[in-house]
């Protein structure tokens, strides 16, 4: 298990991964790990790590794109509160990074709740310590693919009101949803029970990556679990159909409403790994979806 467990300013830092969690296999990279690494976590094994590298010999700008697209997270979350968002769903959760979607939901509203979903039992053992930090969180430990499970989970009714706006986030979760397993079908199994007025934020992994980019990561998923499907800008604006797309739309993240005056990147060079990111709001929900 995790040797040591602290709260470090409201986050969660974690001194030193000694053992797996029961069924992890330490042979097998996980996202939520690699993630971990590239934004300079601890909680990764070494085939993650491996992993990582392989990456980012090829894409060296993969922490950054990391980073970026866990500054556009925070952004659309802050964006959403603002707009008087007070609940949040935050699919494929990540391993806890500070500050997370409840610090920064409740730094502008304390009330708002926040539940937090992932199948990945490192991810659930965090979300453990989480949870002891009371304060309207709960998280759950469950596949995206199954949506309706996700709804009807008790501890989603528990602190989701359907019948209220609801914040969905599927940041950075998307691109490991095959065409088969229909990203559309489990957004619009959500959008069918969220109220008009509900927001969902995208980011993706994005088809117009740099080739090399590209070649890696499907060099790297032939021999791990770790499959992205990269999406075209076009595949990735139908998936927020039931949704008006807010402004800018659909952009490199590092570009979503960056408006804080600190730029990320000298010249703005794009990255090698092109990751998206787009907030849209749920105007007219319609009933009986398409799963
Ligand atoms: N949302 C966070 C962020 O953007 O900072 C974390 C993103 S991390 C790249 C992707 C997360 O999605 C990982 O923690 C992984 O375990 C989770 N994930 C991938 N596929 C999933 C699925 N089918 N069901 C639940 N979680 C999934």
Do not use: C
């Not at 957004?187 to 992994?205: P, T």
């Amino acid at each position: 298990m995790i040797n040591a467990l602290a709260f470090v300013d409201g986050g969660v830092a974690v001194t030193e991964l000694e053992r797996v969690p029961p069924g992890v296999d330490p042979s097998v990279p996980s996202s939520a790990r690699v993630y971990d690494y590239l934004l300079g976590g601890k909680d990764n094994l070494a085939v993650d790590r491996a992993f990582a590298e392989r990456l980012l010999a090829v894409a060296p700008d993969a922490r950054l794109a990391a980073r970026a697209n866990r500054d556009f997270l925070i952004r659309a979350v802050r964006f959403m509160a603002r707009l008087g968002i007070r609940q949040f769903i935050e699919l494929g959760t990540g391993i806890p990074t500070f500050p997370s979607v409840h610090e920064t939901a409740h730094a502008i509203a304390p009330e708002t709740t926040v539940v937090y979903v992932d199948y990945d039992p490192v991810v659930r053992l965090h979300a453990e310590v989480l949870l002891s930090s009371g304060k309207n969180v709960t998280s759950v430990q469950a596949d995206v693919r199954r949506p309706r499970d996700i709804i009807e989970d008790p501890e989603v009714t528990r602190l989701i009101d359907f019948s209220e706006p609801v914040g969905l986030l599927m940041v950075g979760v998307l691109h490991f949803v095959t065409d088969e397993e229909d990203p559309a079908g489990i957004i619009a199994e959500f959008a069918d029970r969220m109220a008009a007025g509900s927001h969902l934020a995208i980011s993706h992994a994005m088809a117009e990556s740099a080739p090399e980019a590209r070649a890696q990561l499907r060099t790297a998923a032939a021999d791990s679990p770790i499959h992205s499907v990269l999406r075209s800008h076009d595949e990735v604006l139908a998936l927020f159909n039931r949704f008006e797309l807010l402004d800018p739309g659909l952009v490199p993240v590092q570009n979503w409403r960056n408006d804080d005056g600190l730029p990320l990147f000298p010249d703005n060079e794009p990255l090698r790994i092109r990751i998206d990111g787009a907030v849209g709001r749920l105007e007219r929900p319609e009933t009986g979806g398409s799963r």
